[in-house]
């Protein structure tokens, strides 16, 4: 945790749910009370053809909803992409940008990922943009290195820890059940939080870094008492109201 920085929880649906989803939402929305409101922000991102619904569900409620990638233009001849206007339009407040999942299986480089952020805040989205090395790159030691080349790249100026949240997933981590030790999170995340401040000053100092990577009930409490740690973004464990409250539970006592 970071003191004087409220975290914050947020599930990443990826292609899975349905109109099915609205019993889950409907537990997470019970379960998400007063007290872990003061202590916890909750967020939840689900594919792009629920998200409407998905506000709606969440209608009257203090869970943020977004979406999980926009195009760098507002419109045009993009097949199958969205705007972050129609994310607004939605109903959703912010978006997730640079996934490693985007930037593998799509090849996103960094200047398209900070191009998306730039659009977002330009339809005053929030953009969670994430960061994180491959496996390979960490067993060579150039796990800093590309942290830093992605945060350079892929972060644009102006980043204020009111329109951006950097989400750090170590690649090898997500849906693997492997999880670093709690020494090289706290390592990456003190680094992450050092190259912010030296380009973005207390911007940087108030901005808000999240950890995903395996992240379960059983082991949120140690990740989010990580110094830097200022929340989660879950994978498969935010498919489940169950275990997205169990992870949410972490900040409950916490101080």
């Known amino acids: 945790m970071t003191p004087e920085i409220k975290p914050v929880v947020a599930g990443n ?4 749910g349905s109109s099915n989803s609205q019993s889950m939402v409907r537990e997470l929305v019970a379960g998400y009370d007063q007290k872990l409101q003061g202590q916890v922000d909750m967020a939840i991102f689900p594919p792009s053809i629920l998200l409407a619904q998905t506000a709606s569900w969440l209608s009257g409620s203090k ?5 999980q990638d926009c195009h760098a233009n507002q419109s045009g ?8 206007d129609m994310i607004v339009d939605a109903g959703g407040t912010m978006v997730l940008v640079g996934h ?18 730039r659009a977002a805040w330009q339809s005053g989205l929030t953009a969670f943009i994430c960061i994180g090395e491959l496996e390979a790159e960490r067993r060579s030691g150039k796990t800093l290195d590309v942290l830093a080349e992605q945060l350079a790249g892929s972060v644009p100026d102006g980043a204020t820890a009111a329109n951006a949240v950097i989400a750090y997933e ?3 981590a997500i849906g693997t059940g492997l999880v670093p030790e709690a020494s090289d999170v706290e390592e990456a995340h003190a680094f992450i939080r050092k190259q912010l401040v030296e380009r973005f000053g207390n911007a940087g100092a108030t901005m808000r870094i999240l950890y995903g990577g395996s992240v379960k ?4 409490g140690e990740l989010m008492a990580i110094n830097n740690v200022d929340g989660a973004l879950v994978g498969g464990a935010s498919l489940k109201a169950e275990d997205f409250l169990g992870i949410c539970e972490a900040y409950r006592n916490m101080t």
């Open 217 to 220: 009930p059983g082991n949120a």
């Open 170 to 172: 170590p690649v090898w």
């Open 63 to 67: 869970i943020s909803c977004g979406a």
């Open 100 to 117: 490693s999942e985007r930037r593998v299986d799509h090849n996103e480089s960094n200047d398209e990922v900070a191009a998306k952020a």
């Open 13 to 16: 649906w990826k292609m899975n």
């Open 77 to 84: 001849a993009h097949t199958g992409d969205i705007a972050a």
